[in-house]
């Protein structure tokens, strides 16, 4: 069988990857795919911890992720639309109104 | 047997999470973006959850990465290709993210409780009838809150999209 650890080192190396794209990309989109890959290793973690501790809270709170998920991405893609029919750019450098 | 297959899975998943950072063209970031979803569903299937494996493939690839390449087709993403990273200044948040994974690696392999081999032998009976009795009994209201931040979402969605007219 395949060791508890293996998973959690899996989904770390996911979530490093994914926080890098956050942290150093350029393009909006990528950005929320980017966060798409943080909430799936997240996942990765919950489901693992519930099977190999037979708990059902895991997969439960798994599905919660995924329905929150949906969510953010309906919004975040609405606000990204609105965003490009405005100021017309996708770079993340450029929407910076709030910085003061 | 179990190991091989995740080996595989997961060196998958991680080729395919990179390509989605650093690939030129957010097309190639989506579809990247939707093969690392398949490997993570296959090592949901690893891990004996195979409702999570169908909704993962059913909500990621189905609905979600469909949305995205909608949007990448509705906006022109020609010009955002020039330049993948943010020019300069990259370096503290390398380090950044380079202590964040040696930490938490260093947390996993330093406390004892993740080396459990062997995962405690399941409850036997139907997984997906005592999922969803716990979801529908014990989870009722988180459910409920849940599917009214989807309608919330839906409409907050519509409206945020929708041209400016009235």
Redesign the interface.
Known sequence: MVPLWWYISLAVVLFVIGAAGVLLRRNILVVLMSLELLLNSVNINFIAFGRYYDDFRGQIFAIFVIAITAAEVAVALGILVALVRNKSTLKIDDVTTMKG | M??GF?LLF?AG??IT??T??L?RN?VH??LA?MA??LQ?SA??V????P??AV??IF??VG??MV??LF??M??D?R??ML?????GR?LP??V??LL??VE??AL??WSGR??????????GGDQVR??ST??FAD?LL?FEV?SI??L???V??????R?ESG
Not at chain 2, 46 to 49: G, P
Not at chain 2, 114 to 123: K, L, M, Q, T, V
Not at chain 2, 156 to 161: D, E, K, M, P, R
């Open positions: 179990g190991q995740f997961a998943a991680v999470a990179l989605v950072v690939a957010p970031s989506a973006l690392c979803f993570i090592i949901f690893l891990l004996e959850a409702l999570l909704v993962q909500v990621y609905a979600i949305l995205f949007v990448i509705m906006i993403v010009e955002a330049q993948r990273f943010l020019p990259n948040a390398l950044l993210l964040l994974g938490m690696l996993v392999f993740f080396s459990a081999a062997e995962p405690i032998a399941p409850r005592q999922l716990t979801l989870y988180p849940a931040i989807l919330a979402a839906l907050g969605a519509i409206v945020l999209a041209k």
